[in-house]
């Protein structure tokens, strides 16, 4: 199939913008619990739709009295955290546009973006926040105010509008229109030079509601329970803006999570307790990895496999019935599903709150036997698959029809087309209106409507997208076989002890591979073998460990042809990150940066 479009739920809202709803719902429901909101002590305290309006309303009044205006430009830079949804939603009021920056964005990061959106004030998290914008604000001419959020800056604005009338707010917020635009969000730039998403309101207001409208059933734990997500995804990026705007517009009660790390991610599970949570694979693999080192320390490796191995199988299934290929889960099946559901499925949900039975994942690939195994352990997991420039998700696997290792269709309203060459080209109301001072790199991505993703992929004959690579990514050995990086290194990534894979081989007579480990798996791995670490120098030459590390890439290379084959492969003393310029605020590989840093290594992997 070429071509498949998923006929619209919705229409695009005809007036207003994305602030409206919170005024809206305060009016109809204002004792309706909206968020929660994290208190120093640890606690999560309810706010209602009343609370949050009028914080939004002060937060209003201060940022006109400061001298934001409508069209204005206001740079966030900060984690994920409850004064961000209050900042964008009292930006969005006064009909100001917010720009998104990664707390974790170097000063030259910071200058680029703030100086090519032309932004007038930007708020900042604390006061290492504040240094950086500092190193460049000589060379921002337009930028008049700097705020700081752990330095009081919210009261500070509520204390300068108090005198406001709250009409003047409302004057702002009757003037913008769904073509009115929202926010600039800049790429990750894995390849070049970040580029500003131009996304309105509309834009925004159409993904989400077309999202909850299709998808509102997985949001609940059991029918007629009131939903609730713990948003721990990154503000800066579009998936947890997403996120963020479907939750107000629809009344999905939640709460932020700054840290993305298990120590402080697992307990604010198990307090807030969602009932749903939309997260990238990383998060579900380090879940299942934890459990499966859990299991090893309490002597229970054995039955944990057999566990997993009974999950997929259950899964495989019940997938196969839904597609009308198959009866389902046997009897025995159903009984050993039963027993090990009381052994370690449960343990697996109560680790993510104990409420969870739907999740959703985007950002990148999901492994499609990690997938079948968290659907047979009781957590189904909707995978989908959208960009920046299409306001989040451009398609997702349908409530009840599941196809594991795909990222399901097109949303409804949405088209996607395959063209010759095999890029995934998208059109919908969702697709952003172009790039910031950009119109050669917009011209060159949107053609008559039509939004170029740069991805390549197929769709079968139900209309279900897989990804299989990436346009730029594609490498062509010297003797000229082309080959598709990704899925190899998804499948070198799917043992444990490895956490980051990058394949090289342009121009080269083979493919090979740099990788690079998992911490704390290989300090589970090293105690359970009675082991003390060695020096991370020594660690990466240890037989036994680079032998864990070739049965993964022999595992990979049993996929594709001996061509495309790893022939062999480097593993490295410390992992790659953004600090080293290594990766993108969204954890993708910067593979030219990569293979620059390590070109040493690349060279060696070649000699004879």
Known sequence: MREFTNPPLTSAPPVGGLADVVFQRAGKKPRQVTLGRKEPDGTWRAVTAAEFRDEVLALAKGLLSQGVRFGDRVALMSRTRYEWTLFDYALWTIGAQV???????????????????????????????????????????????????????????????????????????RAITPDSVATVIYTSGTTGRPKGCVLTHGNLMYEADTVTAHWEPVFHSRRGDEAATLLFLPLAHVFGRMVQIAAVRHGVRFGHQPRLDAAALL?????????FILAVPYIFEKVFHTARRTAEREGRAAPFE?????????????????????????????????????????????AMGGRIRNAMSGGSAMDRTLGLFFAGAGVQIYE????????????????????????????????????????????????????????????????????????????????????????????????????????????????????Q??????????????????????????????????????????????????????????????????????????????????????LKIKRRAIEKAYAKEVRALYEP
């Open 99 to 173: 720009v998104p920056v990664y707390p974790t964005s170097s000063a030259e990061q910071c200058f680029w973006m703030l100086h090519d959106a032309e932004v007038s004030a930007a708020v900042v998290e604390h006061e290492d926040h504040a240094m950086t914008v500092a190193t460049v604000i000589d060379r921002l001419p337009r930028m008049r105010r700097l705020w700081q959020l752990d330095a009081g800056a919210v009261s500070e604005l509520y204390d300068a509008g108090a005198a406001l009338d709250d009409e003047v707010v409302h004057r702002h917020r």
């Open 384 to 499: 989908g698959y959208g960009l920046t420039e299409s306001s989040a998700a451009a398609t997702a696997n349908p409530p009840g029809r599941t196809r594991y290792g795909s990222v399901g269709r097109p949303i409804p309203g949405v088209t996607v087309r395959i063209a010759d060459d095999g890029e995934i080209l998208l059109r919908g109301a969702n697709v952003f209106q172009g790039y910031l001072n950009d119109p050669e790199a917009t011209g060159e991505t949107l053609h008559d409507g039509w939004l170029a993703t740069g991805d390549l992929g197929c769709l079968d004959e139900d209309g279900y997208l897989t990804i299989t690579g990436r346009k730029k990514e594609i490498l062509v050995t010297s003797g000229g076989k082309s080959v598709s990086p990704g899925p190899l290194e998804e499948r070198v990534r799917d043992h444990p002890l490895i956490s």
């Open 267 to 275: 307990p604010d599970l198990a307090a807030f307790r969602p009932t």
């Open 501 to 586: 894979c990058v394949v090289v081989g342009n121009d080269r007579p083979f493919i090979a591979a740099l990788v690079t480990l998992d911490p704390e798996a290989v300090e589970h791995w090293l105690l359970m073998r009675g082991r003390r670490p060695p020096p991370p120098a020594e660690l990466v030459r240890d037989p036994d460990l680079e032998n864990e590390v070739r049965r993964a890439v022999v595992a990979a290379n049993t996929r594709v042809s001996q061509a495309e084959s790893i022939r062999t492969f480097r593993i490295l003393a410390r992992p790659f990150t953004e600090e080293h310029g290594l990766l993108t605020p969204s």
């Open 306 to 350: 057999k566990a997993v191995d009974v999950a997929v199988r259950y899964a495989e299934a019940v997938e196969a019935r839904a597609w009308g290929s198959g009866p389902g889960p046997s009897a025995g099946l159903r009984m050993r599903h039963q027993f090990f559901d009381r052994l370690v499925y449960a343990r697996i949900r109560a």
